[in-house]
């Protein structure tokens, strides 16, 4: 396994989690990162990309303004900012790895390494 996303958990509405994905085992620099998620039932959507400057980022209608995306190519982490969670983010999240001569994309066809899931629940 390539990536490996961890950090899920229980929080209340109006919470914060930081998710993370250890990408130790990949050539991170060739690589942006897309953070997805499936809730119950659903299926899975694509939430977030990072490329490898600040500026080559992408969000989700659905979380724009309260996930932020971050990472650090000399450590092979990636993180996942999620503030002001709501009910509605409840779901497994994923994170996968895109080369970056794809561009900014969350096309899941085109990503070619997966993580395993980590499970967010946002409840009260």
């Known amino acids: 396994v390539q990536l490996q996303a961890s950090g899920g958990g229980l929080v209340q509405p109006g919470g914060s989690l930081r998710l993370s994905c250890d990408a130790s085992?990949?050539?991170?620099?060739?690589?942006?990162i897309g953070w997805f998620r499936q809730a119950p039932g659903k299926e899975r959507e694509g939430i977030s990309y990072?490329?490898?400057?600040?500026?080559?980022?992408y969000y989700a209608d659905s979380v724009k303004g309260r996930f932020t995306v971050s990472r650090d190519n000399a450590r092979s982490l990636v993180w996942l900012q999620m503030n002001r969670l709501k009910p509605d983010d409840t779901a497994i999240y994923y994170c996968?790895?895109?080369?970056?001569?794809?561009?900014?994309?969350?096309?899941?066809?085109?990503?070619?390494?997966w993580g395993q899931g980590t499970l967010v629940t946002v409840s009260s």
């Open positions: 996968a790895a895109v080369p970056l001569v794809a561009g900014v994309t969350l096309d899941q066809n085109m990503y070619v390494f």
């Open positions: 990072r490329g490898n400057s600040a500026s080559n980022v």
């Open positions: 085992r990949l050539s991170i620099d060739a690589y942006g």
